[in-house]
């Protein structure tokens, strides 16, 4: 599919690896390659995993660009931003095996699947927005604010904490934490199992739920658009 993110399909099920530099960045052109695959996978109607490489999913957007004008960091802030919807709103299970880091946009691909596995070690997980000078956008907000459970969302959004594998879960950036030898093997065993759903109440529950979610982040990316500038 593309050099940043690798396109494997079997049996149903579409392994998208990123693959961008030492910190898995995410870059204008990572997001266009991420759209493309999910656009293959749609095609191939098939139960998507999301990974990255060994020790880390994405340490956020890529900096360079975040910092090369306010024109290039709002751009890249509403293409991500609109990409969590899209996962978010994916008409197929969406799965994201997290091999270590998650940090910042990273973490926020954790927020935007429905199943999260991580590996259990001396890895970060959250967004470190203010830790590193950046006040948080109305999207990030709104996802985290979901997402997270009601007694993580002020310290991670308003403090910066960053949790362990183990208290991600907690949190509620992960659903389960294995052994690094054991990802691949329980992100297809979860894929498998959720390929045996219907898929069409699959999509059409997942509206339901998400439905005030997709609205508030319609509107938070509008606001960002306006504010950011």
Known sequence: MSELISYHLEDGIATLTLSNGKVNAISPDVIAAFNAALDQAVTDRAVVI???????????????VMT????????LVTSGSTLARRLLSHPFPVIVACPGHAVAKGAFLLL????????DG????GLNEVQIGMTMHHAGIELARDRLRK????????????????????????DAVVSAEELQGAA?????????????????????????????????IIQDQEHLV
């Open 122 to 125: 001396p890895f970060s997980i």
């Open 68 to 75: 090369s004008g306010p024109k290039e960091a709002v751009a």
């Open 50 to 64: 999301i990974t990255g490489q060994p020790g880390i999913l994405s340490g956020g957007y890529d900096l360079k």
């Open 188 to 220: 297809l065993a979860a894929a498998r199992q959720l390929k045996k759903i219907n898929m069409t109440a699959h999509k059409n529950t997942k509206l339901k739920v998400r439905k005030a979610l997709l609205e508030t982040l319609d509107n938070a």
């Open 112 to 119: 935007s699947a429905d199943y999260r596995i991580g590996v």
């Open 151 to 174: 007694s993580a969302f002020h310290r991670s959004v308003i403090n910066g904490e960053m949790f362990n594998p183990q208290s991600a879960v907690d949190a509620g950036f992960l």
